[in-house]
């Protein structure tokens, strides 16, 4: 079983920055993809950053050149970068876990607002 706790969420104007950190616990060892999603109201739920079991990265193309994801396997955290915000970020973010035997979890989920 895995546990994943987002937080770094928050309200930042246009152009400005927040971090995420999504904290995994329980079997973590064994990990086929982490990363984050999110939503907006009345949207789909969408892909905005992702880390391999090779460690490749892969980003949406809306945030491509603004937001970095990155993975510290001792502290079992992974981290969502976001530069230059828009307000067109703003969403719920999930942090998203699948295990090597193609197990999937979410995090509850933490709200970013970026006002115009």
């Known amino acids: 079983q895995v546990q994943l706790v987002e937080s770094g969420g928050g309200l930042v104007q246009a152009g400005g920055s927040l971090r995420l950190s999504c904290a995994a616990s329980?079997?973590?060892?064994?990990?086929?993809?982490i990363g984050w999603y999110r939503q907006a109201p009345g949207k789909q739920r969408e892909l905005v950053a992702g880390?391999?079991?090779?460690?490749?990265?892969n980003y949406a193309d809306s945030v491509k050149g603004r937001f970095t994801i990155s993975r510290d396997n001792a502290k079992s955290t992974v981290y969502l970068q976001m530069n230059s915000l828009k307000p067109e970020d703003t969403a719920v973010y999930y942090c998203?876990?699948?295990?090597?035997?193609?197990?999937?979890?979410w995090g509850q989920g933490t709200q970013v607002t970026v006002s115009s």
């Open positions: 329980g079997s973590t060892f064994r990990i086929n993809f």
């Open positions: 998203r876990l699948i295990s090597r035997s193609m197990l999937g979890y």
């Open positions: 880390i391999g079991s090779g460690d490749s990265t």
